[in-house]
Each structure stands twice: as C-alpha cells, then as structure tokens.
C-alpha cells in the first residue's frame, strides 16, 4: 500500500486513485498527465502488460469527463528487449489514444534512446493516427487524441532535432534533461543546460505555431516562456510534476494551460527515491512525515 508520505508524488496504486488524483486537479483548473509506473523492463511480459494497462486507462479516460492524458516510457513498452516491441505497443497506445480521444505524450530517456524513440515518434505522428499539425490550436482540449514528444535540452543534439520536429504533428515537451548524460553528447554545466533551455525555448515560440510545452518547475524558465509568448503570440502549456511547486501550479492555471505529470503504480518505491534524492527539500520533507507518525 502506498504510504502517506509517499502520496505527495504518486496518485496511488491503481488506475482509479489517479483518475480520483485527476478529478481534484481538475477542479483546480490543473490537467493530469497519468503514467503507469515502469521501465527498464528486459521481458516482452511486462512490457505487454503495461501496453495493455495504458489502453485500458486510455479507454476510461475517453470515458470520463477528465481533463487527463497519458505519457508513456520507452523502455517500459519495450524498447530495452527490442525496438520492434517498443514500435508495436507505442502503435497499440496511440491507436487507442486516436480511437477513444485522449493524448498520448512519450517521455524521454537516457541519450543512447533517443534514435529510436524520436523515430518512433516522427513516423506515428506524421502518419494518419498522429496528431493536428502545429498551428491547429483546436488540439489543445482533451477531445483531441494526438501526440507528444519530451526532449531534453542538454543534449547538444536538441536544437536540431527541433528542427527536425518543427514542421511534425504533435507537441514537444522541452525539458532540462534528467539523466547524466556524457559531455560528448551533453552540456554538462547546470549554466550551459539553463542557456540551451533558453534557446530551444525561443527556437519553438518563434518557429512552432503551437504545440509547446514547458516542462520545468524553475521560475527563470517560466518567465522565460511568458515573455517568449508576449513576444510570439504563441499557444504554450506548461507542465509540472506532481507534489512539486503546487502552489504555483494552482496560480499559474489561472492564466496559463497548466498540466500535471501524475505517476501512480506499483513500482512506486523507485519513483518516491528519486524524488528525495533530486532535492534536499523534499528528503526533508519525507523524514518530517515519518518523525510525525
Ligand atoms: P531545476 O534546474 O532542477 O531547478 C531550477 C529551479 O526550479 C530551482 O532553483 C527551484 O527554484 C525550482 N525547482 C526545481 N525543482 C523544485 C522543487 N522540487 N521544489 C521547489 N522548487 C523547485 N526528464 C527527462 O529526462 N525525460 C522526461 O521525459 C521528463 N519528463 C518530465 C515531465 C515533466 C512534466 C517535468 C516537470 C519534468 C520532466 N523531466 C523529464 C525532468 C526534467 O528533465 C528535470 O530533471 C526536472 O524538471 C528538473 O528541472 P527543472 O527545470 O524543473 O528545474
């Protein structure tokens, strides 16, 4: 069972206790990004298993009235086994996303995947399943089905697979990077990572009709993209994690198209570690919780 410290960043075990998180979002005016929790898998079984968990959670998000979505890992839909596992179950996912309306988003991970998951992307989302082209703001809503793609800004192959992504269907989660990638392909100081974010951001408001979404929780880069939209007139969203910055989540969606990353699952425990770790405020957090009983 999910502890009660832990429920500041995973909705719960069950597809149910993340549509119950998403409901509450809702009536704060915060969408909800739901991921099953799981990754790295090396067997065909689990991958499968969570192919067929997002279709259902897809098929009873269509359902509801929710403002909700799903992001989904590579390496959870196969692509540690086989690329050809992962391009099967990315396809069954984002068939059930056209078929029942609701956004499919796919999440980046460490730098040796990027090949294949930005292949995987372009070829789904430039065919007839993908999503509205750039420029169609009418995407924007639940209703709309389609697709996303996380990119990670320090890597220095970014700004050109932006480029690549320009004229794509779809939307572009633009990130700072969570792994350690290598300085061969990564910038490595925090500075160089802040400074390329601040481009890729310009790049997309000037050269995307719409389509962007900021994924950061750093105030620098959120006035980044206010200004950037001053200036462009360009559509954004912005997207935080859950249990991270709430309070401005809740601020920020009285003005601004506000979505929240939401995991839930049993593999929680991993998911939790890494959010201590990540932030001496948040392991403070969890051992006020467990002093307090
Ligand atoms: P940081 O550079 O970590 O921090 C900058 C400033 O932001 C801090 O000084 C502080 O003011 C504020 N801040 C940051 N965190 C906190 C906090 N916990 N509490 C209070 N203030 C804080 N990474 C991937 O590699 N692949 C993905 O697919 C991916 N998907 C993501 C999806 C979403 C919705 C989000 C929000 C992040 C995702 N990430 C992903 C993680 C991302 O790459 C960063 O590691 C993470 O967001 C931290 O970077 P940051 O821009 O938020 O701010």
Redesign the pocket.
Known sequence: MLPPVASRFVAGESAAAVLEHARRENDRGVGV?CNHLGEHYHERAPADADTVAYERLIRDIGASELRACV?VKPSQLGLSVDESVFRENLARVVAAGAEHGVFVWV???DHTTVDATLDTFEEYARGPRGAVHHGTSERRGREQGGMGL?L?SNLRRTADDLRRLADCPGKV?L?????DPPAEVAYTE?SQ??EA?REDLEYMFREFDDGIAV???????LTRAADLHADYGTPYEV???MG??ERAQNDLARTCDV?Q?APYGTSWPAYFRRRLL??K??ALFALRAIASG
């Open positions: 990004i992001s999440d980046m991970e996380c990670q989660r990130v700072k990077g969570a792994y925090k990572v802040n974010y994924g950061s929780h750093d105030p620098a880069m997207q935080m994690l991270v910055r979505w990353y990540e932030r405020e948040n």
